[in-house]
């Protein structure tokens, strides 16, 4: 590992996370800028596409689960109850409450951990809570394209059942090429996202008034005694609906995980003006299909369509579940960088796709790792089905460690009274925990899937944080004032040659060790001396005022401490420009980076990490970033000092 990454504060260095103590007037976040209905119309192709297509497969599995033919009492206790999750879960939970709270405007649940676990005070157990919640969204990034396009292409069964055989084949070619052309970005043709799921939003609404038409009474289950009623007189079965019933709220969390991209305000218009109407009519006119005598086997949602418009209804839905799973892909690689900032990932290669936005950017591990996973749900599963079996179990338990962090938000950030905060998580817990209790039963019918990737990356993401703090705690065990290692220098004629020596280091205070090394090995050392620590903080944004601090500690030695938020890119070149007009004197015009490299081994007095972690951490270190393209430091003038370190 690199010696200038620094991920913590001294005081918390070795616990793996951001600093919980930002300067005043940190923040540096601007509100996206554009017209609110400009923004909204782009929020419907990047933060609706996964619960917008939801259709496609979410009651045809409801009616699936509920075993005997659908009668009105079925139907309309069906339609109830996804009507009254859409409500409760996405309008109230998140966009009237969970979008309340945000990280200096960012959402979702790394940043709310980093707000509450880290930024408020320290909390490992609230920083646990967040990072396997962020771990289970990548069961979710997994699942969704599987489902999304197996589900739009089975349509073409309806068309022809000539075509039944070319439905898995066709879904693997289109998750191929999706995730072949990430690597390219998505800035071109993503601007037709928006209004691609405007008309795919539309025509979901007329379809669903086509059904609603035969059969208006339908919307007596906008009522929630059908759902109740269906709920308790069901037994094990009514229990058991509630997992397939889940599956229409799936891509609920994009609201408040993408607020930082568009704004509450635009996620709002969109989801109350275009979003949430569609969707309700939509499952009121499948229901009124089935209440009409509609057969339920095959799409329910396709049933809708005239049969001279099937077709092309069918490739309007595939565009949609495209632009979907692009959402969750692209989400998959924001949060892997939050995670990274944050120092709880290794550094991997980040591309930058695009100039035209930050979360333009490309990750090729989580891609390819996606990908596989993807494409070996997509053949083992063969139909939306058998896969709605192994979705909503990730999803439904973030949903409910976001209810639990809410609970804390409302006391802290909200002040409201034990009760008031009591009686509100307590209603979401309750919510959440019965549509988690109820996937939990599909574990071992593929809900397992998930639940491994999950445990996975949290695994990862544990022996990395074990393997980063064991090595800061080497690094500090024999520093040296600066004042001491000057005189040293001076009094062993050390050589001190022309030029400016840039030394990034982890460490808050004394001499950088790779400063040490460099003089042990080179015998020599320049005229003048700047000592860099860069800090990642809890916040996403940091002012440019408040960006680096700067000390002159010695004659011509000068010590910095930068700071970046976690949704930053830090470039280290640029930002030194900056200390002129901090009354740095030295010569940034020849400028030489000094950074460390420390080979991990074990310790041999056996006091230090097991064996397994410390070989699995020393793996993902050597394939981390090279710590130069991650501060962007111009190569040419990088020198690298390793040494082996015992942990």
């Known amino acids: 590992m690199s010696d200038p990454l620094t991920v913590a504060s001294e005081a918390h ?22 017209k609110v209905t400009l923004l909204a119309l782009s929020a419907l192709g990047i933060v609706f596409g996964d619960i ?73 157990t609230i920083v646990a809570v967040g990072l396997f919640g962020a771990a289970l969204i990548y069961g979710d990034g997994a699942i969704t394209p599987a489902i999304s396009v197996l589900s739009a292409l089975e349509g073409l069964e309806m068309a022809t059942p000539l075509m039944q055989p070319y439905v898995v084949p066709g879904a693997v070619a289109i998750l191929l090429a999706l995730f072949a052309i990430q690597s390219r ?21 007329l379809l669903g008034l086509r059904g609603i038409v035969g059969h208006p009474s339908v919307f007596a289950a906008l009522s929630p005694t059908y759902g109740l009623s269906y709920l308790f007189s069901n037994g094990l079965t009514g229990f058991l609906v509630l997992g397939a019933v889940f599956l229409c709220v799936t891509g609920a969390e994009a609201l408040y995980a993408d607020m930082g991209h568009f704004g509450a305000k635009p996620i709002k218009l969109a989801w109350f003006a ?18 009409e005598g509609a057969p339920t086997d095959g799409n329910i949602f396709y049933r809708l369509c005239p049969d001279a418009l099937l077709l092309p209804l069918i490739v309007l839905a595939t565009i949609a579940t495209i632009i979907a799973s692009q959402s969750i892909i692209t989400g998959a690689f924001s949060m892997t960088r939050q995670a990274i900032q944050l120092g709880w990932l290794p550094r991997l290669q980040i591309k930058q796709t695009s100039s035209e936005g930050y979360g333009q950017i490309y990750v090729g591990a989580v891609n390819w ?27 439904s338990l973030t949903m409910l460690m976001t209810s639990a962090l809410l609970f804390i938000a409302m006391r802290e950030i909200w002040q409201w009274s034990l009760p008031a905060a ?27 899937v998930p639940l491994v990737l999950a445990i996975t990356v949290y695994g990862l993401m544990w022996i990395w944080h074990r393997g980063a703090a064991a090595v800061s705690m080497r690094m500090h065990e024999a520093l040296m004032p600066i004042p001491d290692f000057m005189a040293k220098i001076a009094a062993k004629n050390v050589p001190r040659v022309p030029g400016t020596a840039v030394f990034l280091t982890r460490t808050a205070r004394d001499t950088p060790p790779v400063m040490v090394w460099h003089v042990k090995h080179n015998r020599a050392l320049h005229e003048h001396l700047f000592v860099l620590r860069v800090e990642i903080l809890s916040v996403p944004w940091i002012s440019s005022g408040s960006r680096m601090m700067l000390e002159e500690v010695a004659p011509n030695v000068w010590r910095a401490e930068a700071r970046f938020g976690f949704m930053e890119r830090p470039h280290i070149p640029e930002l030194l420009t900056t200390s002129k007009s901090l009354g740095c004197t030295v010569d940034l015009a020849d400028v030489t980076y000094y950074v460390g490299h420390e080979t991990v081994i074990r310790r041999e007095d056996g006091t230090g990490l097991p064996g397994w972690q410390e070989r699995l951490f020393a793996l993902m270190e050597r394939n ?24």
């Open 185 to 205: 970005g998505t800035a071109e043709i993503g601007r037709f996202f928006g209004p691609v799921m405007l008309a795919w939003f539309v025509i979901m609404a």
């Open 369 to 395: 790792v996606l990908m596989a996973v993807t494409l070996g749900l997509t053949v083992g599963f063969g139909k939306s089905d058998n896969l709605a079996s192994a979705y909503g179990i990730a999803v």
């Open 52 to 124: 917008g297509t939801s259709p496609l497969y979410t009651f045809k599995t409801i009616l699936g689960t509920a075993e005997k033919s659908p009668n009105a009492a079925t139907v309309l206790g069906a339609l109830s109850l996804v009507l009254w999750t859409l409500f409760i879960i996405t309008t109230v939970k998140y966009v009237l409450f969970a979008m309340r709270v945000d990280n200096d405007g960012e959402g979702g649940i790394l940043a709310l951990m980093a707000l509450l676990g880290v930024k408020k005070q320290h909390r490992p």
């Open 422 to 448: 009591g009686a509100v998580a307590a209603f979401f817990l309750v919510i959440d925990g019965a549509f988690f209790l109820a996937n939990l039963t599909k574990v071992a019918e593929g809900g397992y």
């Open 624 to 647: 981390a970033q090279h710590v130069s393209d991650f501060f962007s430091l111009p190569i040419d003038q990088v020198v690298e000092i390793g040494r082996q370190v015992a942990i």
């Open 13 to 34: 260095e070795l616990d793996g996370t951001a600093s919980a103590a930002e300067p005043a007037g940190a923040t540096a976040r601007q509100p996206p800028r554009g």
């Open 274 to 291: 275009v979003v949430f109407p569609s969707l309700i009519l939509n499952y009121a006119g499948q229901a009124a299909l089935v209440l």
